[in-house]
């Protein structure tokens, strides 16, 4: 097998060998979210404070005592929040809750029908985490000029949107994706919108340092077996990105060249 020469996925200084993320909402179960995280060999897994217990309600399930924190990076999210001010005071909590824990999810929504992110909201809540001391993964538009200021602010991965939460319609945007690509220093992960194993992959295939996905999994008609094709589909896409793929042609290229022939 050959050996695909690539750079680390580092994120807050921490390196991963899976360059996918998944979540944690929608499963039927707890169990059942964590068949899911085993077959996607994910190493990191996005919890929503406001939806999931992680100690703060004593008297339900834990998902910490299904989902080891000495296994997985838990990596809390602010889902749920439509300001800035919720979206820090969601932050402090995960850190109270998980002993000084700094890396965050940040999203701040803008509506509840779209989903889409509120970006004035999140410039702020982005800016007041890091003066904090947060490590801020940032959910964002697929603007280039917003994941490019995002950057400069210091969050440590911007994730723009491959389309609507939950939509399940892959990559809309190619090209505005390509253009946060280029210009980016921080890893780029896409967030949202992926729904099958080929969405992910073409993510992978643009350049993208990894994809974070929860309902393309979770609401799978097999959880677990998707989350296996997830884990193949961003890998080979990503091998493929650094092999780099062959030119697009608009005519035929023989496979056999006639050059060079014996007669």
Partial sequence: MTEVKDKPLIIAGQQYNSR????????KSFAENLAALQASAAEMITVAIRRVNLGQNKD???LLEVISPDEYTILPNTAGCYSAED???????????????????????????????????????????????????????DDPLIAQRLEEIGCVAVMPLGAPIGSGLGIRNPYNIKMILDNANVPIIVDAGVGTASDAAIAMELGCDGVLMNTAIAEAGDPVLMASAMQKAVAAGRE??????????????????????FF
């Fill in 87 to 141: 979206a820090v005071r969601t932050c402090r909590m995960a850190r109270e809750l998980l002993d000084g824990h700094k890396l965050v999810k940040l999203e701040v929504l803008g509506d509840q029908k779209t989903l889409y992110p509120n970006v004035t909201e999140t410039l702020a809540a982005a800016e007041t985490l890091v003066k904090d001391g947060f490590d801020v993964m940032v959910y964002t538009s």
């Fill in 240 to 261: 493929a990105h650094v092999a780099g793929r062959m030119p697009r042609r608009l005519y035929a290229s023989a496979s056999s060249p006639l050059s060079g022939t």
């Fill in 20 to 27: 996918l993320i998944v979540g944690s909402g929608k499963y």
């Fill in 60 to 62: 339900e399930p834990n």
